[in-house]
């Protein structure tokens, strides 16, 4: 009797274990390969690429990145990025000898959060249970840069992605140019505002979600009230958006917050799970703290919300996320 308690204790803990490395639902675990570190990345190819590039007819050029400074916001407990100089003119008019003949430089620094500023997270960035994308282990993200960082599922898989048609869906001016703080942007907002835009959305796009969430972090001006502003709710995608992306076959979505969903999620227990559902399950890339103002006007005045969309991350090898400048071009 003993011994059939053992067997199938053993046997309870082995399915939870198994378990723990499944993938949600839906998933891409497994569609491009059991190695495969790129996830939605893939579903871009040479083709969409040369077909995005095709939409460029006035050579306009937004930048969507917002300046990489200290009075932006990042997620509470992140640190603004810092920038700081190490040489400059002041140093020569004080006095200091010019020790490389005729020339003279300036020379500075940057100290700040991967996720601080307008970023992708890589799909090391987020996942639940022992497992990210594509059942890769926790323990291969590991310090920096001794361990080498994110050993599996980098930010550097996709150096050379993130490039092709890109779709504004504006859901703030859809709503009237104002939605209410913490707002939950739901699927039937996104499919409303495209079918009123009439834009479909096709496979392999970055799709971006306009909700006004920076820009009126930015219209704040008392350093306190921004601090509670980022604190409160943020307006953001709710879960049935997930579907959504799983259906459209997206390599991305990003938008003008801080966390790309709802915060606080309407069920306490699934805090920043949305999170888990892209990054972990679909291997669908998540780009926040976007600045998407010139070029929503932009689209309202002609009508056009597609537009080439370069928006590579930096190259930085087991990074679990990158601050980028996206240009979208039209
Ligand atoms: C967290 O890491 C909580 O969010 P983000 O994806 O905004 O960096």
Redesign the pocket.
């Known amino acids: 009797m003993k011994q059939i308690c053992i067997f199938v204790l053993i046997g309870l803990l082995t399915i939870m274990a198994g378990a723990r490395e499944k993938p949600g639902d839906p998933n891409n675990w497994g569609k491009w390969g059991k190695q495969d570190e790129r996830g939605a990345a893939n579903y871009i190819d040479a083709k969409s690429i040369k077909k995005a590039a095709a939409l460029i007819d006035r050579g306009k050029v937004f930048s969507l990145a917002i300046p990489i400074d200290n009075t932006g916001p990042v997620?509470p407990g992140r640190v603004p990025p810092q920038h700081f100089m190490v040489a400059t003119g002041a140093d020569y008019v004080a006095g200091q000898p010019n020790t490389l003949g005729k020339m003279k430089f300036a020379d500075d620094y940057i100290y700040m959060p991967l996720?601080g500023s307008t970023?992708w997270?890589a799909l090391s960035?987020?996942w639940y249970d022992n497992s990210l994308y594509n059942k890769v282990d926790q323990a291969a993200i590991k310090s920096a840069p001794a361990a080498g960082g994110a050993t599996k599922l980098g930010i550097e898989n996709i150096k050379n992605s993130m490039v092709g048609r890109g779709v504004l869906i504006d859901v703030l001016a859809f709503k009237g140019g104002a939605l209410p703080p913490g707002y939950m942007i739901t699927r039937a907002d996104i499919e409303k505002t495209l079918k009123s835009q009439r834009t479909r959305v096709k496979e392999g796009d970055i799709v971006l979600i306009r909700t006004g969430f920076v820009p009126d972090y930015f219209k704040i001006t008392d350093p306190a009230a921004r601090i509670a502003f980022v604190s409160g709710p943020h307006t953001g995608i709710g879960p049935d958006v997930v579907d959504w992306v799983d259906k459209m076959e997206i390599a991305g979505i990003a938008a003008d917050n801080?966390?790309?969903e709802v915060l606080p999620n309407p069920d306490p227990e699934k805090s920043?799970s949305i999170?888990g559902s892209l990054l972990r399950d679909l291997g669908v890339y998540?780009g926040?703290i976007w600045w998407f103002e010139e070029l929503a006007a932009d689209c309202a005045e002609d009508g056009r919300y597609e537009f080439f969309l370069a928006a590579q991350p930096l190259n930085i090898p087991g990074a679990v996320?990158s601050p980028l400048n996206p240009i979208a071009i039209k």
């Open positions: 997620y996720q970023q997270d960035h987020a801080l966390a790309l920043l999170h998540i926040e996320g």
